[in-house]
């Protein structure tokens, strides 16, 4: 499933709803969001588990892109195939998904 984008009436702000199916969680139990949006915690953000997607909402400034990755129980980083694109890090020696606002 796609990220959703539902903006603020002024469009200062963006509700960005992430998704990933289970199927695509490698067996995880629990899933995490981490990203720039939490200095990189990967256990702050539990995702729900419903309907077969591991699910979470975040109301985020709507003046930047927002680097982000899922993190699962076992401590596997993954990235989102339905991002809006991907960027390099160095530091982890991978791309990173990327939420356009």
């Known amino acids: 499933m ?6 603020s009436k002024d469009k200062s702000t963006c509700k960005v709803g992430f998704s990933l199916p289970v199927e695509a969680a490698n067996g ?18 539990v995702m729900r ?6 699910s979470a909402s975040l109301e985020l400034p709507a003046a ?9 129980d076992t401590g596997a980083w993954l990235n ?9 890090s160095a530091f982890a020696d991978a791309d990173n998904s990327v939420v356009v606002l």
Do not use: I, S
């Open 2 to 7: 796609p990220l959703t984008k539902t903006y």
């Open 28 to 45: 995880a139990k629990k899933l995490f969001l981490a990203g720039e949006f939490n200095e990189w915690n990967p256990t702050l953000l």
């Open 64 to 72: 930047a892109p927002y680097q982000y990755r899922y993190v699962t």
């Open 49 to 54: 588990k419903a309907k077969g997607q591991f």
């Open 80 to 88: 989102d195939t339905e991002a809006d694109c991907y960027v390099y």
